[in-house]
Every structure is written in C-alpha cells, then in structure tokens.
C-alpha cells in the first residue's frame, strides 16, 4: 500500500482483557516505531526496531507490553492484562532508512479504549 | 529528562491572519528538529525538519521555521493562514535520548 496502516482502527476492551493492534509499514521501510498518544498529549516513544531486531524497547511502561516484528515487516504491539490507564490512541511509524533520525511516516493510529 | 515546550494549546486566527507557533526545547547539543501537522480525520505527517545549515526552513504549504539556537526554539510561522490550515500542530526533537520527542501539540483553528 501507498501508507503505513494500522488495524483495527478502534478496539474497546474490557480491564483485564489481551489485545493485540497490528502495524503494516510502507515497504521497503526498515525502521519501525510504536507510539502512546494519550488524550491531549503528544505521542510518546515506545519501542524501536530495525528490520527484526527490537533496538530499543525503553519506554514500553509495563511489562505487559509486548512488541514484535519477526519477519522484519508487519509488526505487532500486544497488552496483556489491559487496564483503564492504557486507553490511549497507539501510533505506528516506519522509516525507509536505519536509524532514528530519518523522517517518519505515521499510520492512522488504533485508538484503544478500556472499559 | 530532554522535553519539548509547546506553549501555545489553542490559537483562533481569521484567514489571511500570520501565525506563529512556539516550540522549545530543553536539551543544548546537536539536535534535529521536526514539525509534524495533523489534519481532521488524517494521519500525522512532517511539515517540515531541521537538521543542519541554514536555520531558517521552509516545509509544506508556506510554512517555514526557525532554528535560534541562544534559544533553544524553533517557531513555526506562516505569513497568511488558510481555513484549510485548521489542524493540530507538534514539534518534535531529536537529541540525546536517541528518540523522537513530541511536544503536547498546538490546536489552530482558523475561520473564513
């Protein structure tokens, strides 16, 4: 496809429950990157990855958080055990070179939502 | 901890207005800089981005920014706003934390 996308756009699930949002990044791009925008803020970094390689999951806040991209292309942030606190919108961006400082191409987001 | 200042949450201009959009941040080494729009309904995408050489950039639709680095800001300005400019607006940075860094985001609503 011609964007990043993302799936579902919209999850609603219930404290406790798993869930798991998918990245699909432009092709070719070897960088991947999962954001939190919580309501009112700016997205917040957490997690990095070159091709399949996590280089960086700093800012992923529990470890309920889990990230993957086993084949180097589509991607997928998984919660377990989701709370109120995680209802936020999840961003993915990718980027066509290695590295952090290359210009990131943002999906449109799942806004999750916990009940 | 590096931080991005946007100190402007909501600005109301009329058409034709100039816009000036503040954004500062709190880290004084090599830094590249971004500003990314979000138009209703739409993804985010780069406006603009400073990276090295002339600190006066210019990105999409008109827009160009200013990297004063005695500052630490990088302003986005436009001269003559556009209805179709309303959207929310974020600087970003770049720096020692190895990651990008958002500043809260500006909401811009501009009326015919």
């Known amino acids: 496809g011609a964007g990043v996308s993302q799936s579902p756009r919209y999850k609603v699930a219930k404290r406790g429950q798993d869930v798991a949002l998918r990245c699909d990044p432009i092709?070719?791009?070897?960088?991947l990157f999962w954001y939190q925008q919580a309501l009112g803020q700016g997205p917040e970094f957490l997690t990095y990855?070159?091709?399949?390689?996590?280089?960086?999951k700093s800012g992923l806040p529990s470890d309920r958080f889990f990230a993957e991209r086993p084949e180097g292309s589509v991607s997928t942030l998984k919660i377990q055990r989701t709370q109120q606190e995680d209802s936020a919108v999840y961003l993915c961006?990718?980027?066509?070179?290695?590295?952090?400082?290359?210009?990131?191409?943002f999906g449109p987001g799942t806004r999750l939502t916990v009940l | 901890a590096q931080s991005v200042s946007q100190h402007n949450h909501h600005v109301i201009l009329s058409e034709a207005a100039s816009l000036e959009l503040g954004c500062n941040y709190s880290?004084?080494?090599?830094?590249?800089l971004f500003w990314y729009v979000q138009y209703p309904g739409q993804h985010l995408q780069l406006l603009l981005k400073?990276?090295?050489?002339?600190?006066l950039v210019k990105g999409i639709k008109g827009f160009e920014a200013e990297f004063i680095k005695s500052k630490f800001s990088f302003n986005l300005r436009k001269p003559s706003v556009q209805w179709s400019d309303t959207a929310e607006y974020f600087c970003?940075?770049?720096?020692?934390?190895?990651?990008?860094?958002f500043g809260t985001g500006t909401r811009l609503q501009v009326f015919p």
């Open positions: 961006a990718t980027s066509y070179q290695r590295g952090r400082t290359d210009t990131q191409y």
């Open positions: 092709s070719g791009h070897v960088s």
């Open positions: 990855f070159q091709n399949e390689a996590q280089l960086d």
């Open positions: 880290y004084g080494g090599t830094v590249n």
């Open positions: 400073y990276f090295s050489g002339d600190p």
């Open positions: 970003a940075v770049y720096g020692y934390t190895d990651k990008l860094i």
